[in-house]
């Protein structure tokens, strides 16, 4: 039991310290060594969870996934409509891209031109913001004339500038609401009373 | 005179070639074997040329960044104002990282992981942007209450979102006519007669 608990907390302090040399240096210059010595943890060790360096960064990848799939659980319930489901997802979104390192690797990793993963974390962000906005227009929330399609390619396309330069702290959430609050008032529709609603939910 | 012609000419395919390989695999991964193999050239003739990745690197951004400064002067003359030249620009920005394989790289590697160069492309665009909004707001064009360095934020991580997008083929230009259409009427002052103009100019 207790081997068990230890080789767990191996395990998770592998995913932490690849997760953090990923996201410094990408996925290319990333060291079996340098995340064992991140870890504090021999190279035995983390061969003995890990097979490849692809195999640690599938794992980093996984785990950010779960981590946003659990933030949009939480959010569906409470959320007004799903143009607010995708307003709060977002901010949230980014709050976790800059204060939770592996949900930070997972997303800089599906950018990374040295990582040609199989669809990450990118595709699926788009696939899911899609939806809701085809959704949103099923249940009568966009203003006539806006296309789900291209609205969220805007919405994917800023969550991932955001992201990327976020990193650098040059980011902080008002730039995030200053973004909704320019592009909600044409977004949503005259009956879709949004503003007042996306102010106070978070 | 033949000599330096091509020179010049094996200089300029060298750069090309340095521009694709960086675009497709990032810069950690490109190897100078497979610029000079892509460019048809010697690895000697590369080295006459370039001392290092790293001096390729340096000439593909100088390069990509003059296309961009070009393109902001030939603009700068018929914008009817600070915004339309911003909205301008960053259409053409977006045309060029589609088409300009040179242009795509220099973009591509500002937010590079692997390349952690002197403030590259993404610093000068972001700083571009945030002064044409200054000017747009001491001109009157803003709308009240809007911030520039906020605005800045948004138009930067919109543009580094469509970059890195759009090399996939996954946005066209509706996508970015999209950005701004949401956008503009928050944007500009109520006097500021942008929706037509900006439609029309282009």
Known sequence: ???????????????????????????????????????????????????????????????????????VADRRQSAASALHLVVTVTRELLVAVATDVVVRAGFRLSVDPSRKSAPGFGCWWRAWVCEQLLRAQREGELA????????AAVIVAATVGFGLIGAGDLISSQHVEQFWSLVLPQLASPTHEFAGAARSDS
């Open 144 to 151: 006539e004339g806006v296309s789900p399609d291209r609205v």
């Open 1 to 71: 039991m207790v081997k068990q608990l230890r080789a767990a907390r191996t395990r998770q302090a592998l995913v932490l310290a690849a997760a953090e040399i990923f996201s410094e240096d990408g996925y290319a210059l990333s060291s079996l060594p340098a995340i064992s010595r991140r870890a504090g943890v021999s190279a035995g060790a983390l061969h003995f969870h890990f097979a490849s360096k692809d195999a640690l960064a599938i794992e980093v990848e996984s785990e950010a996934r779960r981590s946003v799939e659990r933030l």
